[in-house]
């Protein structure tokens, strides 16, 4: 059992042990027919063991000049109770009081405990393999580079590259997704998940700390650390809320009392079951615990969001702005077409040339060439490398200058390709100022994509397309999708630019979701008003720069994150409503004597449970 475990184990045998002897004192008490010193006692030592931790809190937060919390008001209300000799009822309070205490603790541990479950990736322990032999050692140990050995049934503890063995892995902790998926040679490992069919080699590529599951471990437990305007609103309120019910109270018990010739002691009475009442519980403790489960809700999904204040975002939704490649295409490319010019080079010279260029890039138009080549280029001499944003690559192979892009990397270097109406990504190849090809590539729309626009588009008012690609493919996908706008032939900044002016041109105060794979979208996922990745699993740029990371490339998770969203805030909603409905209910029925102070703090503590469990639904579903 860990520590925390135990705490609350802890906790909760010291809770019921405390309740159970407080109430069997106070029965032995009322057993005692006669008013002596000793039935006083007993009624005193009932009353401390009940409430004396709720007197302890009340009096360090006073010293800090905190004011007006529950445990204040539940004080003032039972310790008046002790004043008029209403004893039973002054212990009552603080037993009910102390099993709502532990009833909301049982239902917060659990949500607790169901994100830590779900978050429970990051193994104790690495295999690596010294003279010979396997040992283990702490991953925080291992270095980029090491060798690690990961057996049937172990987690992976540290990114990198399989170098040996294949295997099948469970990805539905980082994912949410449950069918397994195969790794060999070559492959990358994330942490977190787990190796199923047969050991694994692994060349560590990235350390403890900036591991995959390290990120998302300190993303989810961060996550509630931002506050909601929901949230913000509840401290607002409790701050003037509770002084105004205080004085109410004061005066309840002062003023009836000279106005209308009563006794004191009802109107004080009355005064204490207001206090009561009034406690703001059920909003204190509920609202957060909502978005908590909202996070966890997602989380079990494999969807990670940042913070709170981002669901309430989310379920704003106005607008969706999605990149196009790898966001609603599979961003897994093809080379279709090689067409050289006439015949001055081979389709297999241009197809070299290409891949030689596109040696050092990982974008996944560069892993389609060199796939399609699919030959050593250790013969060609490649340097002068430099990678242009958005438009391609200019190199220099065996003495030749080279430009690997598209149209516009050619015209701005003085070079007129021909036209052509082919369908796809053209690459365009020049070497030495001449034009000598084109390579065409092609990408599909991912199998989940159409349907899932067309619900969002029953969610949201407006989906919007962005690309670099050119005007005939952005056309032809924003066709096949119903999408009515989109942009093309856009750089990294062209993006930013146009994320800009459609958050500027918003007629309402929806939010601007932006939509992309997490590669090369970091600069709009940081503008937008909601920034998600897609497909983000291993990448840190993703990570570090959304607001939200759904953790494999199932579109339709977006769907879920806008409805488990929208979830949140209706029972944020709800309890809110609920909440204030119920307590101004019962301070109208206590200022008329017609709710005693043991019904006050019934309906305190229900009202509370009630709203908890509304809360943790979110969880459930």
Not at 205 to 212: H, L, M, N, R
Not at 459 to 474: C, F, H, R, W
């Amino acid at each position: 059992m860990c520590k925390h475990q135990e705490h609350n184990h802890n906790f909760h045998f010291l809770q019921l042990l405390k309740i159970g002897t407080s109430v069997a004192i106070l029965i032995l008490a009322l057993l005692i027919t006669s008013n002596s010193n000793y039935k006083l006692f007993l009624f005193l030592l009932s009353y401390v063991l009940a409430g004396g931790d709720i007197l302890f809190n009340a009096f360090k937060n006073i010293l800090k000049c905190k004011f007006f919390d529950e445990n204040f008001l539940m004080g003032i209300a039972t310790l008046g109770a002790i004043g008029i000799k209403e004893y039973p009822e002054a212990i009552m309070v603080m037993v009910l009081y102390q099993i709502g205490e532990l009833l909301q603790h049982k239902a917060v541990e659990k949500s607790r405990k169901s994100i830590h479950e779900l978050m429970d990736i990051r193994p104790d322990f690495a295999n690596i393999e010294v003279n010979g032999k396997i040992i283990q050692k702490p991953p925080k140990d291992i270095d980029i580079n090491d060798i690690i050995i990961v057996k049937a049934g172990e987690r992976i503890p540290l990114d990198g590259k399989v170098i040996e063995g294949t295997s099948t892995v469970d990805t539905s902790a980082l994912t949410g997704e449950p069918t397994p998926k195969i790794i060999k040679p070559h492959d990358k490992a994330i942490s977190g998940c787990i190796n199923i069919s047969g050991p694994i080699k692994i060349c560590v590529e990235k350390t403890f700390g900036t591991s995959t599951a390290s990120k998302i471990l300190e993303l989810v437990e961060h996550a509630s650390a931002k506050k909601t305007k929901s949230e913000n609103f509840i401290t607002r309120f409790a701050k003037y809320y509770t002084p105004a019910v205080v004085i109410s109270a004061i005066f309840l018990a002062i003023f009836p009392p000279i106005l209308t010739a009563t006794p004191y002691n009802i109107w004080l009475e009355r005064a204490l079951t207001f206090l009561v009442i009034s406690c703001p519980c059920a909003l204190v403790i509920s609202i957060p615990l909502s978005f908590f489960s909202g996070l966890g809700s997602a989380s079990k999904q494999g969807i990670l969001i940042k913070g709170s204040t981002y669901i309430e975002t989310l379920a704003n939704a106005g607008t969706i702005v999605f990149d196009k490649t790898g966001t609603l295409t599979k961003g897994t490319f093809e080379v279709t077409s090689i067409l050289p010019v006439n015949n001055e080079i081979t389709k297999e010279d241009l197809l070299m040339i290409a891949a030689a260029a596109e040696k050092y890039s990982n974008h996944p138009i560069a892993q389609s060439i060199k796939n399609a080549y699919n030959k050593p280029l250790y013969n060609n001499i490649t340097f002068n490398v430099k990678e242009i944003s958005g438009l391609g690559i200019q190199a220099t192979i065996n003495n030749d200058k080279v430009l690997v892009g598209n149209e516009k990397l050619l015209t701005i270097n003085q070079i007129t390709p021909p036209k052509n109406s082919l369908n796809g990504t053209k690459i365009y190849i020049a070497r030495n100022g001449q034009y000598i090809g084109l390579i065409v590539i092609s990408d599909k729309l991912k199998e989940d994509t159409i349907e899932a626009i067309y619900a969002l588009q029953k969610t949201v008012e407006q989906i919007i397309m962005l690309t670099g690609d050119n005007e005939k493919n952005a056309e032809t996908i924003a066709h096949r999708l119903g999408i009515k706008k989109y942009y093309s032939e856009l750089l990294p900044n062209d993006k930013v630019n146009k994320i800009e002016e459609i958050m500027a041109n918003k007629k309402t105060n929806k939010s601007v979701i932006f939509v992309g794979d997490g590669i090369n979208d970091a600069p709009v996922l940081t503008r937008s008003d909601v920034g998600i990745a897609m497909g983000a699993l291993g990448s840190d740029a993703a990570i570090e720069a959304a607001d939200a990371v759904i953790m494999d490339d199932n579109i339709s998770k977006l769907i879920t994150a806008i409805k488990i969203s929208k979830n949140t805030m209706n029972i944020v909603k709800e309890n809110i409503i609920f909440s204030i409905g119920i307590k101004l209910l019962f301070l109208t029925l206590s200022l008329f004597g017609l709710i005693s102070i043991c019904g006050a703090v019934f309906a305190d503590v229900g009202v509370t449970l009630l709203a908890v469990l509304n809360a943790t639904r979110l969880l459930r579903n």
